[in-house]
């Protein structure tokens, strides 16, 4: 396994900075890391073996990358990462390598010496320095595990630096993002909320509805702008970076990329006609939608992620209510055309099985499009630890059979250890399964986040129809490709 799957920056010049797992590289000459027995588990998880292994390949990233994305869809908005400089290397190493797109976050820089006494001057500074040299309109500031650890006081950090230093620093917004209780999810989805809870404001009510579709692609995110234009409705999407982080070349280099939802507009949220969030998990969980209903009386809708004919049909029907229009032909010719292409394509994908892994919204919305289209998703893993996503999940795909197996938590060591019983005829998620894919000698679909080895990850349309259209072709025509090459005649015509 690389350094780098296991979440380690590889920054670190000795053991003593280490800030990655017992396996970076200073410290991989040391034993593995082998766990005593943990403590009662509860009663919802299942207990793990005596001897686990700590240093695994996790089914995640860590938690401030969410919320770094999250800042850059945000016009002139720029991360600010308070702990270690080892954190932010490993997000942008990750970011640019999905996005292809360069991404400054910037670091407090913790040493030894900020670890034990606060890193109130290291912030303060920092607040100061990014100003100076970018401009930006706001400062997106999260919190890293060694921060959280200490009991960093963030709020009376940023009241000292808009005490003394006024309109030197740029209004900071922060977001509390400890890896050791999240995912880059939960970090994207709490940077979302501390946006709207930090910045909106109340006002006459607009038109405007107000979208959190979660992290999905910079093609999603156009195609949602798309699809809103075409119903007639005034859209504020948040976040927005489907230009700040995959847009034209640049004439001259730009420190923060042009893009973004304006500041102007999450102030405005405060005013929407109503709320749209995708993300069945995130019931009964606090999120930027919660924050609009309870705080500005602003009607919420929660909706999977529509990936498929049943969970896109939810949407656009909830878009058509809200317009008060029926769904233009447009996208009723693109329906049609999904429905025809299945037929057209049955007969390669049924009985096909699968391992779907990633997040755990992304992997409900794979599951139920995978149920439609007759294959049967063997094993639905993720990182993540809502306690929701099998109850979640046959919600949104009851044709599941009842024996496949649904884990949160999971890790790729894991999948791998139940992949080969399992046979699968293909794996769907990042790139981060490509060892496994590899060694059982199937196919890998790549989609989700993130995508290191192929071109255009950050353009995989998963969304509407016609997301469904583009994977169900990926998917149909992966199988063909298997079938013809393990043919001894190798056919031209199947």
Not at 351 to 362: M, N, P, Q, Y
Not at 393 to 411: I, Q, T, Y
Request: with cysteine; proline share 5%.
């Amino acid at each position: 396994m690389q350094a780098d799957d296991l979440g380690c920056s590889g920054t670190c010049d000795s053991p003593a900075d280490c800030q990655g797992t017992a396996l970076c590289p200073v410290n991989r000459a040391r034993p593995a890391v082998v766990a005593p027995l943990p403590p009662a588990a509860d009663e919802d998880e299942e207990p793990q073996s005596k001897n686990f292994t700590s240093t695994r390949n996790a089914c995640k990233l860590c938690t401030p990358l969410g919320a770094c994305l999250a800042f850059r869809g945000v016009e002139g908005c720029i991360p600010f990462l308070h702990g270690g400089q080892g954190c932010s290397t490993y997000i942008r190493r990750y970011l640019i390598s999905h996005f292809r797109e360069p991404i400054d976050i910037a670091s407090s820089n913790f040493h030894e010496d900020s670890a034990i006494f606060g890193g109130s001057k290291n912030f303060s500074l920092g607040a100061l320095n990014i100003t100076r040299q970018y401009q930006p309109q706001i400062i997106g500031a999260a919190t890293t595990c060694l921060t959280e650890t200490i009991g960093e006081d963030m709020g009376q950090l940023i009241r000292d630096v808009e005490e003394k230093h006024g309109d030197a620093a740029a209004p900071i917004v922060h977001v509390s993002t400890a890896s050791y209780r999240g995912t880059h999810i939960d970090g994207f989805h709490s940077a979302v909320r501390e946006l709207v809870e930090q910045l909106a404001v109340a006002g006459g009510k607009n038109k405007n509805i107000a979208l959190f579709p979660g992290m999905v692609s910079t093609a999603d995110l156009r195609h949602l702008k798309e699809i809103f234009a075409d119903f007639g409705l005034p859209l504020t999407l948040l976040p927005d970076y489907s230009e700040s982080m995959d847009g034209a070349t640049w004439s001259e280099y730009e420190k923060l990329q042009s893009g973004g939802t304006p500041i102007a507009a999450i102030r405005a949220l405060g005013s929407a006609q109503a709320a749209i969030e995708f993300g069945r998990v995130l019931e009964g969980t606090n999120t930027a939608g919660t924050v609009l209903q309870t705080k500005f009386a602003i009607p919420r809708r929660l909706l999977g992620l529509p990936m498929g004919i049943r969970e896109s049909d939810a949407f656009f029907n909830a878009l058509a209510e809200i317009a008060g229009v029926e769904t233009p032909t447009k996208y009723q010719r693109e329906r049609g055309r999904l429905v025809d292409s299945l037929i057209d394509g049955h007969k390669y994908a049924f009985e096909k099985r699968a391992i779907v892994f990633g997040e755990e919204d992304l992997v409900i919305g794979l599951t139920a499009l995978l149920c439609e289209i007759g294959v049967t998703p063997v094993l639905c893993a993720s990182g993540g630890r809502s306690k929701k996503l099998e109850k979640c999940l046959r919600e949104a795909a009851p044709e599941l059979p009842v024996e496949s197996l649904v884990k949160e938590g999971f890790d790729f060591a894991e999948i791998a250890e139940a992949a080969p019983e399992l046979k699968p005829d293909f794996l769907i998620g990042s790139s981060k399964g490509y060892s496994i894919a590899r060694r059982l000698k199937v196919p890998l679909i790549r989609v989700g986040f993130p995508i290191h080895d192929r071109i255009g990850g950050q353009r995989v349309l998963h969304l509407g129809y016609r997301g469904a259209q583009e994977l169900f072709d990926r998917l149909i025509n992966a199988l063909l490709e298997v079938k013809q090459g393990n043919s001894p005649i190798g056919y031209s015509y199947l």
